[in-house]
């Protein structure tokens, strides 16, 4: 990671921008489904909000075609902008006092349409700036500088919301507008050189291509693993506030398992280095499901003890989580041609978003209609588990080899 840092400036610029967006669409994330169940105390509008945030990625998939032929770095500046504009527009509403929930869901999702714009863009630059055998550790050092300087914006908020006042929300508002500032800073620094093709296919014929990819052997496996785990992941992440106010009876509570689920972040891009080199794609999968799965169970019922063991089981699980994440974002950098990738991307974001809006949906009411908000996080792990053993059926997916060794698929010739 030093040595991509200090000798290729491309990556530099990447890694210092993509460490401020991350910052900055994670404390958006984490803190606005805080601030809707602190105001109105309804889990329905909490499960609105998770719609918001993944509503525009459903339709993401036809910016895929455009992207791919557009200025990537140019994309990566506009978005950033605009995700500003949204929570600019967060801190006049609260300076002023006037808050209704069609304004937060409104200012949800600008930030979310805008992160439609930069997410495809920065993941098909990044292999433009680095080789593919290094693709792997490019995602895995983004990931883990982010989440460090997360971690620490996180312990800044857990302190920040000790008193619990309305306040606090200004101050949160105004470190996410100084941590995009800087984030569009360095993307002025991006380049991207686009190559202007003869003959340029037509845009429906363009976006099959992307669709024709998603539906060979071994990546509709992966794709249907993902976009599962998204619907059960949803459903109990809108009743995350609602959890660890019950348990811990503070938003220090619930800022703390954000925090956590940041850390568990880091153990995972570690652990991810460490196995991607030596074990195939479908066992570091199957794995990190199942795992993931049980600890998940086990945090639920780790948390009403009387001791922190339940800390270290959640590390586990954001853990094992990462590196899903990990794994699934490389591959579907890896495995497609480089003039696929962006709509590749979006495609995967749209699916992924209508799974996961369903989940959100889900999660709104699943408060009313199950025992108790544990059990959205006992089914989520039941899910996990469930999923992990699918893929160790899968046969196609076992031809894959190791990440390292995996090259992109002739989209002319499919497997």
Request: glycine fraction near 8%.
């Amino acid at each position: 990671m030093l040595k991509m840092f200090l000798e290729n400036k491309d990556f530099r610029n990447f890694l210092l921008y993509g460490t401020f967006s991350g910052i900055a669409s994670g404390i958006f994330g984490i803190f606005m489904m805080w601030v809707i169940h602190d105001i109105f105390h309804n889990p329905f509008y909490t499960g609105l909000a998770g719609v918001m945030f993944v509503l525009p990625k459903v339709l993401g998939f036809v910016a895929g075609p455009f992207v791919d032929k557009s200025n990537k770095a140019n994309l990566v500046r506009i978005g950033t902008f605009l995700q500003l504009v949204a929570v600019s527009c967060l801190l006049v509403i609260s300076r002023f006092g006037y808050a209704q929930i069609w304004m937060f869901l409104s200012i949800i999702l600008l930030y979310s349409v805008s992160g439609t714009i930069k997410s495809p863009a920065g993941a098909a630059l990044l292999p433009k700036i680095v080789d593919g055998n290094e693709l792997m550790r490019a995602n895995v050092a983004i990931n883990i500088v982010a989440t460090l300087a997360g971690i620490g914006v996180g312990a800044g908020l857990y302190v920040m919301m000790s008193d619990g006042s309305r306040s606090t929300f200004e101050l949160v508002y105004a470190a996410n507008i100084a941590i995009l500032v800087l984030a569009l800073f360095f993307s002025l620094f991006l380049r991207d050189k686009v190559v202007k093709e003869a003959k340029k296919a037509r845009y429906l014929t363009e976006l099959k291509e992307g669709f024709a990819f998603i539906r060979q052997r071994y990546v509709v496996h992966l794709v249907v693993a993902f976009l599962f785990m998204g619907l059960f992941s949803n459903i109990a992440y809108v009743n995350l506030p609602l959890f660890a106010e019950i348990h811990t009876g503070s938003a220090q509570g619930y800022i703390l398992l954000s925090a956590l689920a940041l850390f568990g972040g880091v153990i995972g891009s570690y652990l991810t280095r460490a196995v991607a080199s030596k074990f195939e794609v479908w066992k570091i999968l199957v794995a990190a499901f199942v795992l993931a799965g049980v600890a998940r169970i086990v945090f639920v019922h780790a948390i009403s003890d009387e001791n922190s063991r339940f800390i270290w089981i959640y590390l586990l699980y954001a853990g094992l989580g990462s590196v899903v994440g990990i794994v699934f974002q490389t591959l579907m950098q890896k495995l497609p041609p480089k003039p696929l990738i962006a709509r590749i991307d979006t495609i995967n974001t749209s699916l992924y978003a209508v799974f996961a809006a369903i989940g959100a949906f889900l999660g709104g009411f699943a408060v009313n209609l199950l025992p108790n908000a544990d059990t959205a996080f006992i089914v989520q792990g039941a899910s996990y588990i469930v999923i992990g053993l699918c893929l160790c059926a899968s046969k196609h997916l076992k031809t894959l080899p190791k990440i390292d060794e995996i090259e992109p698929i002739n989209e002319k010739h499919p497997q």
